[in-house]
Every structure is written in structure tokens, then in C-alpha cells.
């Protein structure tokens, strides 16, 4: 009996120590980096711009490898348009081109990727070359290039998406615009490009609001236009739905961006998933209790009524999840310091549903709820992400 048991506890002795050593195995591969290397949003430059025949465009972006230790790979970078417009496209040629742009190897002409090594803390270059013609390209609104490449390292190889929406048509400022007047303000909608990651609050305001602005005035901008100018849009090709996504998704409405896996993970990854999981829980007690709705939006963080699902957005951004903006407050401060003008950040629909997110401390914001009742902006495809408000004197 006694070797029996000193078997067992032998046995049993092995069993717990080959788990520690797992577990703690397990624990310092998690904490590993990983493919840790992403191409930068780029920047654009139109080369060549003639609407009558020709668009030549460059993209230049750097790829960074973040980790202290591994060198990572960029086997393949593969570059793809698509061109919108309001009138066929049917005449319309366009040609893609890359070119790496190494500090220290030969860059091939052919428009062939060679495998490449970038050390642990360094970066790469590349460029994007866009050639579009055609008899008559006017129409053209934006171009969309997705830039595919591969990292390939000690996580294995792992694909990636960066997109870029790259605007080509440009409004021009127009000094006659009609103002609209409602009980204490009259407000002019400010049609703009096609914002996206290549602009600024600042410089758009510039651009399109200088003509018409005087001291005392307000700008407002919505929230969603304001976000995509931060880069805070997603694919859902680009979102991996965790097992709470997938489940939770179901109890919400039809009608809610949080009611597809990729939308609410997109949640998870901004608030986390305790936080979720613990507004979830509460809310439904709440409301099946107490008779208390919309808990949940109360405790699952301010992205959970922000986040705009797939079609929330005018083309192309309809086929991304927009998420709400980053450090709103901020914004507007900067854009008081840098135009002299009030400004807010908002969120408005056809519901007669006035949210403020954030405004500078001149702003009234019961002028504001009332200007922005009847949403001067619209919320389909008017392209007029900016309202300047003149309040009555």
C-alpha cells in the first residue's frame, strides 16, 4: 500500500509540475510580441491632376517593426483600386504600380515585391503609384486603394489590409450659399470633399469655412466625419469576433450597430470585454427587473452609442465600422485656439436627437440643441459635415 501510494503521489507530484511548466509556458508565449509590424495611413500626393483626360497619384508609407528583438519579413504587397463616381466608368483606364524604397537594397522597377527583412525597431518605405485616364474624368470622386501585404515572423504569416480613400473632387467655397434661419440663429451647412485620414479638423475648416465665418460665430462638425479624419474606421475583414461578440450580438435591436459580431467586437476591443460583459449583464437586469432601459449604453463605455456598423456612412465608408472620435474635447480646443472660432463636436439625426460630445466654453448649448434640431446637415449623402451657426444679435 505504501508503494502504491507513493506512486500515486509521484504521479500525481509529475502531473502538477508538467501544468506549472505549461501554464507558465503558455504565459510567456502570450506575452511575446509577436508580428508586430503595420504600414502607416500614408500620405498622398496628387501628381498630376486633369479631369479632362488624366489623374496621376502617389501614395509613400512606412512600415515599422515595433518589437525590441525579432526580425519580421514583408513577403508580398499587393495594391488595388476601386474608383466611385456619379457617371459610369465604363471608358475609365487606371494602372497600379509599387516600388519599394529601401535604404540599403537595390529597388526593383517591375513592380514586383522582393521578400524583404526589417530589424527589430527599423522601417521600410514603399511607394503606391496611381495612373488613371480616360476621355473624360470629371466625375471621379474618390479613389480607393487597398494596400495588401504579408508579415511573415514567429507569429507565422499573417496578411493585412491598409486602406486608404484618397479624395479627387474638391468644392469650391462658395460665397452665396443661403443661410438657414431658425428662432435664435441663422445656420449655413458647409459642403466639403470626401473627408478622410489625410485631413485635419483644422485645415478643412480653414479651407471651407474661412469664406464665410465672422467672429462670434460656432462650428459644428459631426461626430463620424471627425472620427474618420482620426483614422478610426475599421473592415469588418480586418475584425475577429471573440466568443462574447458572437453571442451577445443576438439581444440586441435589428436596427443597432451593435447587432453583428464584427460591430460589437469593435466594442469589445475599445471598452473590454469585462466591461461589456458586466454592462450586458446589469442592463438586462435592469430592464427585465426594474424596468430601466438603455443601462447598458450607460455602462459599456461612450463608444457603445457612437459606433456606426456597416451602411452608417456615406460610400465607401459604408462598407467600414466607424467608431466614435478620440479625445473630442480636445479637438475643439484646438480648433478655438487655431481659427478663434467656438466650435463642437456632435451627433445629430432626422429623430430630432441633438447629442454634444464636446464644445469649447463659449458655446451655448441650448442654442446649439435648438439650431441643430431639425438636422441641417442631413444624414444621407449631402457631404456637408461642417454647420457654422451665427447666432441672432
Given amino acids: 500500500m505504501h508503494v502504491v501510494g507513493w506512486v500515486v503521489g509521484s504521479v500525481m507530484v509529475a502531473i502538477a509540475i508538467f501544468l506549472l511548466s505549461w501554464l507558465?509556458?503558455?504565459?510567456?508565449?502570450?506575452?511575446?510580441?509577436?508580428?508586430?509590424?503595420e504600414l502607416d495611413t500614408g500620405m498622398w500626393q496628387i501628381v498630376t491632376y486633369d479631369p479632362a483626360k488624366v489623374y496621376q497619384l502617389k501614395g509613400e508609407f512606412t512600415a515599422t517593426n515595433t518589437t525590441e528583438k525579432l526580425d519580421l519579413f514583408i513577403t508580398e504587397v499587393k495594391a488595388e483600386i476601386t474608383l466611385l463616381s456619379d457617371d459610369s466608368i465604363a471608358d475609365v483606364a487606371h494602372r497600379v504600380r509599387i516600388r519599394a524604397k529601401h535604404e540599403d537594397a537595390s529597388n526593383r522597377t517591375d513592380n514586383y515585391w522582393e521578400s524583404y527583412i526589417v530589424k527589430a525597431g527599423k522601417s521600410t518605405n514603399l511607394e503606391i503609384l496611381v495612373d488613371i485616364r480616360g476621355?473624360?474624368?470629371?466625375?471621379?470622386?474618390t479613389l480607393w486603394v487597398k494596400v495588401n501585404y504579408v508579415i511573415y515572423g514567429p507569429g507565422g504569416r499573417t496578411p493585412k489590409t491598409r486602406?486608404?480613400?484618397v479624395p479627387l473632387q474638391f468644392p469650391e467655397s462658395d460665397r452665396s450659399e443661403r443661410w438657414r434661419p431658425t428662432a435664435d440663429a441663422d445656420v449655413l451647412p458647409i459642403r466639403t470633399h470626401l473627408l478622410s485620414?489625410?485631413?485635419t479638423p483644422v485645415e478643412v475648416i480653414r479651407r471651407y469655412v474661412s469664406n464665410h465665418s465672422q467672429p462670434g460665430d460656432i462650428i459644428t462638425i459631426g461626430e463620424s466625419p471627425i472620427a474618420i479624419m482620426q483614422g478610426?474606421?475599421?473592415h469588418p475583414t480586418d475584425v475577429k469576433p471573440g466568443w462574447l461578440a458572437k453571442r451577445l450580438c443576438y439581444y440586441f435591436l435589428p436596427t443597432s450597430s451593435l447587432a453583428t459580431a464584427c460591430g460589437l467586437q469593435v466594442l469589445v476591443d475599445e471598452s473590454g470585454a469585462w466591461q461589456v460583459f458586466w454592462a450586458f449583464a446589469i442592463?438586462?437586469?435592469?430592464?427585465?427587473l426594474f424596468r430601466v432601459p438603455g443601462m447598458f449604453y450607460v455602462l459599456a463605455g461612450k463608444q457603445?452609442?457612437?459606433?456606426?456598423d456597416v451602411t452608417g456612412t456615406l460610400p465607401p465608408y459604408d462598407q467600414f465600422i466607424v467608431m466614435g472620435p478620440s479625445q473630442p474635447q480636445a479637438v475643439v480646443d484646438r480648433i478655438l485656439a487655431e481659427t478663434g472660432l467656438e466650435a463642437a463636436i456632435v451627433d445629430v439625426n432626422d429623430?430630432?436627437?441633438?447629442?454634444?460630445?464636446?464644445?469649447?466654453?463659449?458655446v451655448s448649448i441650448e442654442l446649439l440643441n435648438q439650431a441643430l434640431l431639425l438636422n441641417p446637415a442631413g444624414n444621407a449623402d449631402e457631404q456637408t459635415p461642417i454647420v457654422l451657426i451665427r447666432p441672432n444679435q
Fill in 283 to 288: 442592463g438586462a437586469i435592469a430592464k427585465a
Fill in 351 to 362: 429623430l430630432k436627437a441633438v447629442s454634444i460630445l464636446a464644445a469649447t466654453p463659449g
Fill in 135 to 141: 476621355k473624360d474624368l470629371s466625375a471621379l470622386e
Fill in 24 to 37: 507558465l509556458f503558455e504565459l510567456q508565449y502570450k506575452g511575446r510580441p509577436g508580428n508586430q509590424m
Fill in 197 to 199: 485620414s489625410l485631413d
Fill in 232 to 234: 478610426r474606421f475599421r
Fill in 163 to 165: 486602406h486608404c480613400i
Fill in 304 to 308: 457603445a452609442r457612437l459606433i456606426d
